[in-house]
């Protein structure tokens, strides 16, 4: 499912990320990697909050349809 399906304050598992090479890499210089944990700390007009790698980073709704997790 995608990082906006995803519950806020539930721990999810990148599975993989979606989308252009360029996009890939802009995503995994933020720490979004497959197989790392990552929680929603909040939504704030359609920018989603998360932590990962015990970063918080802001993500835009587009961006976070790209990201697939999992629940474990």
Same mark, same amino acid.
């Given at each position: 499912m995608p !990082?906006? &399906?995803a519950?806020? $304050?539930e721990n999810s598992f990148i599975k993989q990320i979606n989308g252009k090479d360029t996009t890939k890499k802009f995503l995994e210089s !933020? $720490?979004?990697v497959a197989g790392?944990?990552?929680t929603i700390i909040s939504e !704030? *007009? $359609?920018n989603i909050i998360v932590s990962v790698k015990n970063t918080r980073v802001a993500v835009d709704r *587009? &961006?976070?349809q790209r990201i697939i997790v999992e629940r474990r």
């Open positions: !990082l906006t &399906m519950r806020i $304050g !933020l $720490g979004f790392e944990c990552v !704030l *007009s $359609g *587009s &961006m976070a």
